[in-house]
Every structure is written in structure tokens, then in C-alpha cells.
């Protein structure tokens, strides 16, 4: 069974810092990674993705991918209280079927 | 605008009777696919569809049908619905028609399905 690790949290972080978001994956035929954010009651919204090893950047977003260690991460800078929300990892893997992990709630304090 | 619609946004029905949740994509996308999300389960897959006449199991399909008739419409069909299908339903489509790698989902705004 293919699996997407995170850590549920809740993550609490002060307003101004940075939060980090990690996952880790089974498949190591995977193919492309994927940060979603998701508002209670709400749609995911996609964020980021990466498919290559290293770091992304967008904005105050960086997705950072290390495919020998089957980890992926998302690091958000000076973070604000609507970055309050629950972050999916999802991966791609070599069927092309897309997993998700169980989320990671993010609390931003002001 | 480019988006997949659901409808209804929420709908609360009795054991037994049959209902549909429809979905609708105006991308001209590929791939459809159902998922339900549940407290402390996440996003777990009911069926999708790689294309038109075309659809496969998930990780929880017991209790569902789908079909898919044309390219933009996915409904989801519960014959009987019972309880524990109770949940938050999104609808999801992506281009994948190249197996692009960095195609991602985009959902639609969910069905809050209560089941008494």
C-alpha cells in the first residue's frame, strides 16, 4: 500500500516566522509532489509542486524535494494568520495515481 | 472561468434513497475523480476516470457508481446511501492527456452529504 506520511499537528507558529511542513512518501517511483492548502469546510487549493530534486520558490513559498529520501517539505516565510489552514502533501506515483496525505494543520499566532 | 462545478452544495437525505451528486468541468480535462474527506481520514479516492467510457476503482468505492458519458460531467450515484456515507464529497479533474507530471487536481467546492 502506497503511502503519504504527515504529521497531523496542529503546527503552531508566531506570526513572522517561518513554518515548515514536512511528508514523506513510500513510492520511490514517484513522480511529481504536490502542496496543497485547504481552509475548513473549503476546496484544496494547489500551492506548489516540484518534480525535481531541490528547492522551488514561489513568493513566500518554497517546496523543497529530496527524492533519495522520499521527503518533500514546504517552507513558508513570514508567516501570517491566513496561512491558518491544513496543508496536503500529494504525490504522484509511478501508476499515475495521485495520493494524499492526511494533512497537517497549520496555526499561524499572532 | 475554468473550474469544475458540484452540485448541491449540501444535501441531507434518509437511508435508502437514491441520490446523485453531479459534476461538471469546463477544461477540457482528461482525468475526473471522486473523493470523500472525513475527520482524521483525509482525501481518500471513491473512483476515477481516465477518460470518457472509462472508470476505475478508488480506495473506497463500495456504495458508489459513477459514470462517465461525455468529457466534462462525472456524477456520483449512491443507490442506497447509508450513514456512514455520510461526509464532505469534492469532485477533482486534471489534464493528464500527455501523462503530464505536473498536472495537477483542480477541485470543485464540495458536497456536504449528511445520510440519517
Known amino acids: 500500500q502506497k503511502e503519504v506520511e504527515q504529521n497531523s499537528g496542529p503546527l503552531s507558529v508566531p506570526e513572522g516566522a517561518i513554518a515548515s511542513l514536512n511528508c514523506t512518501y513510500s513510492d520511490r517511483g514517484s513522480q511529481s509532489f504536490f502542496w496543497y492548502r485547504q481552509y475548513s469546510g473549503k476546496s484544496p487549493e494547489l500551492i506548489m509542486f516540484i518534480y525535481s530534486n531541490g528547492d522551488k520558490e514561489d513568493g513566500r513559498f518554497t517546496a523543497q524535494l529530496n527524492k533519495a529520501s522520499q521527503y518533500v517539505s514546504l517552507l513558508i516565510r513570514d508567516s501570517q494568520p491566513s496561512d491558518s489552514a491544513t496543508y496536503l502533501c500529494a504525490v504522484r506515483d509511478r501508476d499515475d495515481k495521485i495520493i494524499f496525505g492526511k494533512g497537517t494543520r497549520l496555526h499561524i499566532l499572532p | 472561468e475554468a473550474q469544475v462545478t458540484q452540485n448541491p452544495r449540501y444535501l441531507i437525505t434518509v437511508t435508502g434513497k437514491k441520490l446523485t451528486v453531479t459534476c461538471s468541468q469546463n477544461?477540457?480535462?482528461?482525468?475526473m475523480s471522486w473523493y470523500r474527506q472525513d475527520p482524521g481520514l483525509g482525501l481518500r479516492q471513491i473512483y476515477y476516470s481516465m477518460n470518457v467510457e472509462v472508470t476505475d476503482k478508488g480506495d473506497v468505492p463500495e456504495g458508489y457508481k459513477v459514470s462517465r458519458k461525455e468529457k466534462r460531467n462525472f456524477p456520483l450515484i449512491l443507490e442506497s446511501p447509508s450513514p456512514n456515507q455520510t461526509s464532505l464529497y469534492f469532485c477533482?479533474?486534471?489534464?493528464?492527456?500527455?501523462?503530464?507530471?505536473?498536472?495537477?487536481?483542480?477541485f470543485g467546492n464540495g458536497t456536504r452529504l449528511t445520510v440519517t
Open positions: 477533482a479533474s486534471s489534464y493528464d492527456r500527455d501523462w503530464s507530471y505536473n498536472s495537477p487536481l483542480h
Open positions: 477544461m477540457n480535462h482528461e482525468y
